[in-house]
């Protein structure tokens, strides 16, 4: 099917608010990743799922940060009350297990006033 | 803790010619994966090619080669006959049992027509 796709493309919101940034992995995909990009950098780990459960989400930042995946599917990373330092891509991929080929989406760039 | 660096922040080549992109690694593990994504400017990474730490071949994908050395724990990438398509951001990036994927700082890459 297709591939991975992350909604919205682009987001501009202001310190202090909360943001949702949704997943949509490739179907029949098991293993879900979310990873921050900061300008100039590499892509950084937060958080990985596989099925439901978080298996390891030694990445997030700190407890601003959570993401959930109810249905094993699609999964939403959250930020409660965004500062400035958030600025970043947000790359979400999926792979078919975990150790697998990660497929990327093309991202959500997240920008915070 | 694992760490990727990626020495040279941008590289140059003239097309159809032939271009190396470093990478060392730090990991005391014995089992791992080593890969090289392209970024476009579309921000959707790409796996160019991947390689398996127990495998001495180096692994080959069309034009891109990779030259693995265990011992002193590097993994460059050959780009041979150069296209303007090839123009993009390129990260080196490690992956162990976690699985979630340690990734380099990038260089840019230029195919100059």
């Known amino acids: 099917g297709a591939g991975v796709s992350q909604t919205p493309s682009n987001k501009v919101t202001e310190k202090g608010k909360y943001v949702e940034l949704r997943c949509d992995p490739i179907s029949g995909h098991t293993a879900l990743y979310w990873y921050r990009q900061s300008l100039g950098q590499g892509p950084e780990f937060l958080i990985y799922f596989q099925g439901t459960g978080a298996a390891d989400d030694s990445g997030l930042p700190n407890d601003r940060f959570f993401a959930v995946r109810p249905e094993g599917s699609v999964s939403t990373l959250k930020i409660q009350r965004t500062e400035r330092g958030d600025s970043a891509v947000y790359l979400c991929?999926?792979?078919?297990?975990?150790?697998?080929?990660?497929?990327f989406g093309p991202g959500t760039r997240l920008t915070v006033l | 803790a694992q760490t990727v660096t990626q020495s040279q922040p941008e590289m140059s080549v003239q097309e159809a010619e032939t271009v190396t992109l470093s990478c060392t690694y730090d990991t005391s593990e014995n089992n791992y994966y080593l890969f090289w994504y392209k970024q476009p400017p579309s921000r959707q990474m790409i796996l160019v090619i991947r390689?398996?730490?127990?495998?001495?071949q180096n692994a080959t994908e069309n034009r891109f080669s990779v030259n693995f050395q265990k011992a002193a724990k590097s993994f460059s990438l050959k780009i041979s006959d150069s296209q303007l398509g090839d123009t993009a951001m390129y990260f080196c990036a490690f992956m162990m049992g976690t699985n979630k994927l340690i990734f380099g700082t990038g260089t840019l890459l230029a195919v100059q027509p």
């Open positions: 390689q398996e730490a127990y495998k001495q």
């Open positions: 991929a999926s792979s078919v297990s975990m150790g697998n080929e990660q497929f």
